[in-house]
């Protein structure tokens, strides 16, 4: 796994429970690896400000183990 994978969460645990991620989320590597964790910016839930769409995204540090790459950057 590398920097701007897309990445799909394979498991639940409480740690990412808590953020608001779940099992089957999706998002983007923005940190590589380090120490068996990978920071994700998950996708979030659009929502419309002064006329523009925008995307509220979910940052977490996520086991690496729990993820799977659904495409390479």
């Known amino acids: 796994m590398k920097e701007l994978d897309r990445v799909k969460l394979i498991k639940d645990r409480a740690e990412y429970a808590q953020e608001g991620t779940y099992k089957g989320d ?7 690896e380090r120490n068996g964790y990978a920071l994700v910016f998950f996708d979030g839930e659009y929502y419309e ?6 995307r509220a995204d979910i940052e977490v540090a996520v086991r690496a183990e729990d993820l799977e790459v659904i ?3």
């Open 49 to 54: 400000d002064h006329g523009y769409t925008l």
């Open 71 to 73: 495409h390479e950057s």
């Open 26 to 32: 999706v998002g983007t590597i923005m940190m590589g």
